[in-house]
Nanobody
């Protein structure tokens, strides 16, 4: 299984970015998908998740109302629209698939997001 994240970059505080994750090697539409991030010196943390149909979404409190997760099952892709970016959003962002009920599996390199203040 490969989960390839892309779309990161260097932006200023208040700007927007859209991350993409292309999945391969799995039946994408059967999996809950999520985004996580890891800032320097910190543990990886949950950002957002989306149900198989896309009807249910969950967000970390720190990104709620600023970030939007979406998916396109026809394209085997999940997205993260990030608005009103803050310096504390600086991190490497990873996408993941949920398995076994409560665990997450990661399958590729993340994408770096750097927000300058």
């Amino acid at each position: 299984v490969q989960l390839q994240a892309s779309g990161g970059g260097l932006v200023q505080a208040g700007d927007s970015l859209r991350l993409s994750c292309a999945a391969s090697g799995l039946t994408f539409s059967r999996f809950v998908m999520g985004w996580f991030r890891q800032a320097p010196g910190k543990e990886r943390e949950f950002v957002a998740s989306i149900s198989t149909s896309g009807n249910n979404r969950n967000y970390a409190d720190s990104v709620r109302y600023r970030f939007i997760i979406s998916r396109d099952n026809a394209k085997n892709s999940v997205y993260l629209q990030m608005n009103s970016l803050k310096s504390e959003d600086t991190a490497v962002y990873y996408c993941a698939r949920k398995w076994g009920g409560s665990d997450w599996a990661f399958g590729g390199q993340g994408t770096q997001v750097t927000v300058s203040s």
